[in-house]
């Protein structure tokens, strides 16, 4: 596969249906994590480090970046959610569409920052739970 450039990404929150977030500036792609279990031993090889996959799966959490208008549908949804303290159904993919991660997340933190040489965004952290379905 040919390598993709960045921009492009649509991250999207069900309004009734996924809906992509508008104005979405940045956004880190969750990081998925096995738990992992120390096993090592005192009759270890060497006395190096053991490790066994506990089963336990996690959809760790990110962040976004939005240019944060909370006149706009997809951003009075996000705090809603926020109120809620609920799950909603959401989904990331790739600038091309190749790779579709839908998942439910709750809303962790609303970060809203205004800098006079700057616009006013905000930085949501979106806080996967349960597993993800990946196209």
Avoid: C
Wanted: aromatic letters at 10%; proline letters at 5%.
């Amino acid at each position: 596969m040919a390598a993709q450039g960045g921009f492009g990404v649509p991250l999207k929150i069900n309004t009734g249906s996924l809906t992509a977030i508008v104005g979405v500036t940045d956004v880190d792609f969750p990081e998925f994590m096995n738990y992992i279990a120390e096993t090592t031993g005192h009759d270890s090889s060497g006395g190096y480090y053991e490790a066994v996959s506990t089963g336990k799966k996690r959809v760790q959490p990110f962040p976004a970046t939005l240019n944060w208008d909370t006149a706009e549908a997809t951003h009075a949804l996000i705090v809603t959610t926020f109120d809620s303290g609920a799950a909603i159904g959401m989904s990331i993919e790739d600038p091309d569409g190749d790779e579709v991660i839908a998942f439910s997340a709750i809303v962790e933190k609303i970060g809203r920052v205004s800098r006079q040489e700057d616009r006013y965004y905000a930085t949501v952290t979106f806080h996967p739970t349960g597993a993800p379905t990946i196209t």
